[in-house]
């Protein structure tokens, strides 16, 4: 069972467009959202996070939006340029001891200039 | 350095042989963790450790087997590797807070069983 599902799985943007990533899950135990960017060749590093208390947290050029009643969150990348063109990936934390971050699949992001 | 250190990096081996991935981490962080990504298949976890004295399975761990010798070391084994084992395996550690959530991870160690 797929407990974090990520869309799309790939992702074509122009320069200075606006890249969406979208994520749903299903556990309402989970109560910690986070985005991990990978590089080619490199481990995946943590972007940008949120809690379920907030809709909205923003970093930079980088968004989360969060719908805790549909179960789902995004992320959003403004202006968009070739440095951000990296592989994507959500995630989420249940609120209980003794677990760990569930993944989704990720989103291979392209930004052409 | 690096905080998180995996070795080796890449290794070519043929099936039924034993493979052992080793990680060792400078953060003093208490928990490790074993990922496997998989092209399409994102970040799945095989096992991951709390402390010296605490291993647990993730999603994927049958074929795999894990020793937590330090603190700071935490090596993956493969007992009998078979082809679909192929893949690029990742040592993360993150802090006891289990709320912060956040892994820092190694660069990765590239398996190709033949």
């Known amino acids: 069972q797929q407990q974090v599902k990520q869309s799309p799985q790939s992702l074509i943007v122009q320069k200075g467009g606006i890249s969406i990533i979208n994520c749903a899950y299903e556990n309402t135990a989970f109560d910690y959202f986070p985005w991990y960017q990978q590089f080619p060749g490199k481990g995946p590093a943590l972007l940008i996070a949120i809690r379920p208390d907030v809709s909205e947290k923003k970093e930079g050029r980088f968004t989360i939006s969060f719908n805790k009643s549909a179960k789902q969150f995004s992320l959003h990348i403004m202006d968009s340029q070739p440095g951000d063109s990296a592989t994507y990936f959500c995630a989420a934390s249940p609120n209980q001891a003794g677990t760990a971050l569930i993944f989704g699949k990720g989103t291979t992001l392209s930004v052409s200039s | 350095d690096a905080d998180v250190t995996q070795t080796p990096r890449n290794r070519i081996t043929k099936t039924g042989k034993r493979i052992m991935l080793e990680c060792s981490q400078t953060k003093g962080h208490d928990r490790m963790y074993w990922y496997r990504q998989d092209p399409g298949l994102g970040l799945r976890l095989i096992y991951y450790?709390?402390?010296?004295?605490?291993?647990n399975k993730g999603e994927i761990s049958d074929g795999y087997s894990v020793s937590r010798q330090a603190q700071a070391k935490f090596s993956l084994s493969l007992e009998s590797a078979i082809p679909n084992q192929t893949a690029l395996y990742f040592c993360?550690?993150?802090?006891?807070?289990?709320?912060?959530?956040?892994?820092?991870f190694g660069e990765g160690s590239r398996l190709t069983v033949l």
């Open positions: 993360a550690t993150s802090a006891l807070d289990r709320n912060t959530g956040e892994l820092f």
């Open positions: 450790s709390f402390d010296v004295k605490d291993i």
